[in-house]
């Protein structure tokens, strides 16, 4: 004898609700990464934060600080850059 219950409508109810979540966060990820700005790979900091600095859509896709921030680092002399770039990377856009 098996203790494993039989594929049925229960156990289907019970996959319903992860199935939709699972899908709505596939749309959401999706949907969020659309008007990001492309460029550099995200993991390239200073790459990505000049890409950052350019983009005029980014302070509307995040409405958050970084954009603030990158704009600081882009902008900072040479002497200054090291910490403003430490601070915009503290920022987990």
Do not use: C
């Amino acid at each position: 004898m098996d203790d494993e219950e039989a594929p049925g409508p229960a156990n289907q109810q019970g996959l319903r609700l992860p199935a939709v979540l699972l899908f709505a966060g596939v749309v959401v990820t999706a949907a969020a990464g659309f008007p990001h700005p492309e460029g550099a790979d995200a993991n390239d900091h200073q790459a990505i934060s000049a890409t950052y600095a350019a983009s005029r859509s980014w302070t509307a896709v995040h409405l958050v600080g970084l954009k603030q921030a990158v704009d600081d680092w882009a902008s900072a002399t040479n002497g200054d850059k090291a910490v403003r770039f430490a601070s915009a990377e503290s920022f987990d856009g």
